[in-house]
């Protein structure tokens, strides 16, 4: 299993980013798919999740209305449209592939997802 993300940098409060995340080493289009960061001296935080075929979506709710999740199975990309960044989003984002290739109902649970990349630095400052 190989995560590899991108398009993480600086920006100022109000502006976007966009976060890719390409899969190789396991069939994407059968794993449910999430972005998680940490910001530093702090926990991973589960930032958004999105089912297989896209039809069960969740968001943290420090990010709703704000961040946008998808993924194209045809191409093995997980991405994440951030709008709005604020001081607050300033972290590592890391997609992480969920552990159970059947199960759809713990989506919103970190400790089910068992695969990181690498991380992809995002800071949000003037």
């Known amino acids: 299993v190989q995560l590899v993300e991108s398009g993480g940098g600086l920006v100022q409060p109000g502006g976007s980013l966009r976060l890719s995340c390409a899969a190789s080493g396991f069939t994407f289009g059968h794993y449910a798919m999430s972005w998680v960061r940490q910001a530093p001296g702090k926990g991973r935080e589960l930032v958004s999740a999105i089912s297989t075929g896209s039809s069960k979506i969740y968001y943290a709710d420090s990010v709703k209305g704000r961040f946008t999740v998808s993924r194209d199975n045809a191409v093995n990309t997980l991405s994440l449209q951030m709008n709005n960044l604020k001081s607050e989003d300033t972290a590592v984002y890391y997609c992480?592939?969920?552990?159970?290739?059947?199960?759809?109902?713990?989506?919103?649970?970190?400790?089910?997802?068992?695969?990181w990349g690498q991380g992809t630095q995002v800071t949000v400052s003037s």
């Open positions: 992480g592939k969920y552990k159970d290739r059947y199960r759809m109902d713990e989506l919103e649970t970190l400790g089910w997802y068992d695969q």
